[in-house]
């Protein structure tokens, strides 16, 4: 028993010097040249980032309904919604409402449709805190 202690122990200080080897007050200071290829690397890793597709969800509105009335929807069944004509909707991205805008017509393409953003929704309390 007293081997398996003694083990214990010599790993435990292992571990110790190993943690103080690598603790931040041990590294030495960033020269002028080491930030130089740290931005470089910095941005290049920001391009990668921007290059990752994102899924852009604009909200016209969402609607409540027991499922009886679900069942019962057809062809040609209007649904109301819960925003009004005229009224923002909701840009999303990742499930976060980042902007809101009016419905437009693309103008190169009269059979599309767009959004002109008016307002762009900044982050809120709990994502300003991470």
């Known amino acids: 028993m007293n081997q398996n202690a003694d083990?214990?122990?010599?790993?435990?200080?292992?571990?110790?010097a190993n943690a103080d080897a690598f603790s931040p007050n041990n590294f030495a200071p960033i020269s002028g040249d080491d930030h130089q290829?740290?931005?470089?690397s910095e941005a290049r890793n920001f391009d990668t980032v921007k290059r990752i597709p994102v899924l852009v969800q604009v909200v016209l509105g969402s609607a409540t309904m027991p499922v009886s009335a679900l069942i019962k929807l057809g062809r040609g069944a209007v649904v109301p919604l819960d925003h009004r004509v005229g009224e923002p909707v909701d840009v999303v991205v990742n499930g976060r409402i980042i902007a809101r805008g009016e419905?437009?017509?693309?103008?190169?393409?009269?059979?599309?449709?767009?959004?002109?953003l008016?307002?762009?929704?900044?982050?809120?309390?709990?994502?300003?805190d991470l």
């Open 118 to 128: 008016t307002e762009i929704v900044g982050p809120s309390t709990e994502e300003e």
């Open 7 to 16: 083990e214990m122990t010599m790993d435990n200080a292992a571990a110790a």
């Open 37 to 40: 290829l740290r931005a470089g």
């Open 103 to 116: 419905v437009v017509v693309v103008e190169d393409d009269n059979s599309r449709f767009g959004v002109q």
